[in-house]
C-alpha cells in the first residue's frame, strides 16, 4: 500500500506478523514486527501516514488494528466472523470505512415436489 504521502510502500507477508516499509526516495528498508499479532492479512496507512491499520485473525473473527512504527498494535475493532476485514481512512483522518461481512447460509429440502 502506497503512503499518503507517495514516499513510501508497506509490504506485508500473510503469514508473518511483519510490516516491511519499502522507501521511494532512497531511504532504507524498515522492518516493523508487530508486538502480540501473527498472521498479518491486510495493510494500509492512516491518513496522516504516522501509523498503519493492519487486520489479523483471532479466535472469535478477525481484529482491525492500528500499529505504530514501534510495533505496538491497539485493537480498534474485532469482526465477529471468520471473515477477513480491513479499514480506509478518510482523506481527512476523522473516520474509517470498515469492511466487514457476515455470511448466512440456510437450506431446506422438499420432497415429493
Known amino acids: 500500500m502506497l503512503s499518503p504521502d507517495g ?10 506478523g511483519r510490516i516491511h516499509i519499502l522507501s ?16 498479518l492479512e491486510n495493510v494500509d496507512w492512516t491518513a496522516d501516514g504516522k ?15 492500528r500499529v505504530d ?13 471468520d471473515l477477513e476485514t480491513y479499514a480506509v481512512p478518510s482523506p481527512d483522518g476523522r473516520h474509517l470505512a ?7 447460509s440456510n437450506i431446506w429440502s422438499m420432497e415429493a415436489f
Open 69 to 81: 512504527f514501534q510495533g505496538n498494535a491497539q485493537l480498534l475493532w474485532e469482526q465477529q466472523q
Open 24 to 39: 521511494l526516495i532512497g531511504q532504507a528498508p524498515r522492518e516493523i514486527n508487530v508486538k502480540n499479532w501473527g498472521n
Open 51 to 65: 501509523a498503519l491499520l493492519a487486520s489479523s485473525p483471532t479466535q472469535r473473527g478477525h481484529a482491525l488494528l
Open 98 to 104: 470498515i469492511m466487514g461481512w457476515s455470511l448466512n
Open 7 to 16: 514516499t513510501r510502500i508497506a509490504v506485508i507477508k500473510r503469514s508473518e
